[in-house]
């Protein structure tokens, strides 16, 4: 049937390169056309257009969603009839050239978020203790922060009780293109973790030299585009991975999460109290667990009251600056099997208690204004 090809004029080799220009690759996130992904275009008298696409390595796992896409776009052009993608792979050299054209010809990587002039507001999600809650609030601040249309990447820098590609659906394995590592996206989040290196759940066994070496990977090996905001949940405590983070990225803010109880609310005070030896910013504190409402509406105070308040003021009054409670989460059931079925659950029920008061939370770290109140600065006083 050659009706299409007599009665519709074919579009030219120009017209699909550039309506490939709207497909973007999943990982890298800019376009085919950008990066050297497209090897060849064939246009058919028949109105049959073949596109040859360079895979940035030979299992990549979104190589069906960058064939659709590249379908899609062309098969929008008048005259086509049939779009046919041939798929390849980047030979070693034209690898080594991607990494160039998206990290530079430094010898060695740098970590991008500690450089003069990063737009990027990094993180630290801390906690005195385990079993706060920490790494739940990280995922949905995460999540939340993405659904607001911003660009965001999560660092689960907790070595020893890795949990946030779970927690974020996150299932896909890293790939890695020459030297650089393209993390997983999840909810439109970018997420790292050293459980995605580990096989099944074998426990991570390594001293502090090692801790930091992985972290400076995560931050620099790792292909995290133009970041709004980085998140790291941070181990509990102010161990080893609190004082790499600290020299690696100094710009970053330290965000504390605690529970009502008093005794937690004491042992979260260090965690943000590490801000007067590093000179951080405290950018706030966050309750978790705050209560549990009743199907009569009564709030049952479960863990206590009064401790974010509580460790809210302390820091305030030791770094001298304000150091905003920025909301209590009450308890919600959901919370937990959401983050076991990777759907956080502000994306899941955003109308939930819970849901609003972490999406505010999020609001108000995404919109925080820069400057120097809340950081330690590094200055004493002059002589006279």
Not at 139 to 152: K, Q
Request: glycine letters at 10%; hydrophobic letters at 45%; proline letters at 7%.
């Amino acid at each position: 049937m050659d009706g299409v090809t007599s009665t519709q004029q074919l579009p030219s080799v120009d017209d699909v390169r550039s309506a490939l220009k709207s497909v973007q690759d999943p990982e890298i996130r800019k376009p085919i056309t950008d990066l050297g992904m497209v090897k060849d275009v064939v246009v058919g008298d028949d109105g049959v257009v073949t596109v040859g696409i360079y895979l940035t390595v030979a299992g990549c796992p979104l190589k069906a969603t960058l064939t659709n896409d590249t379908k899609a776009a062309v098969s929008k052009l008048p005259g086509v009839s049939e779009v046919r993608v041939e798929l390849d792979v980047m030979s070693d050299e034209q690898r080594t050239e991607l990494r160039k054209s998206l990290r530079g010809d430094a010898a060695e990587p740098v970590i991008p978020f500690a450089q003069p002039g990063s737009m990027t507001r990094v993180y630290c999600v801390a906690s005195g203790k385990g079993g706060v809650g920490k790494s739940s609030v990280t995922v949905n601040l995460a999540a939340a922060m993405a659904a607001r249309g911003l660009s965001v990447g999560v660092v689960d820098a907790d070595i020893y009780g890795h949990s946030i590609p779970r927690m974020l659906g996150a299932r896909e394995k890293p790939t890695k293109v020459d030297t650089m590592i393209m993390p997983p996206q999840a909810h439109g989040v970018k997420v790292i973790s050293i459980g995605m290196f580990t096989p099944g759940n074998t426990p991570v066994v390594w001293r502090g030299p090692m801790l930091h070496r992985a972290l400076q990977q995560f931050l620099a090996d790792v292909f995290w585009g133009d970041l709004d905001i980085l998140l790291l949940d941070l181990p509990p405590g102010t161990g080893d991975i609190a004082i790499s983070v600290a020299q690696l990225i100094p710009n970053a803010e330290i965000l504390v999460v605690t529970t009502p109880q008093q005794a937690a609310a004491e042992v979260a005070e260090r965690a943000g109290a590490i801000a007067l030896q590093t000179r951080q910013r405290v950018a706030g504190v966050i309750e978790n667990m705050s209560w549990l409402e009743t199907p009569s509406g009564e709030r049952m105070e479960i863990f206590g009251s009064g401790g974010g308040e509580a460790v809210a003021a302390s820091l305030t009054k030791s770094i001298g600056s304000e150091v905003p409670l920025l909301g209590q989460v009450p308890l919600d059931p959901r919370v937990v099997s959401q983050g076991d079925a990777g759907t956080p659950i502000v994306l899941s029920d955003p109308e939930a208690p819970a849901s609003v008061v972490l999406l505010e939370a999020a609001k108000k770290l995404s919109v925080r204004a820069r400057g120097l109140a809340g950081m330690m600065l590094n200055v004493t006083p002059a002589g006279r």
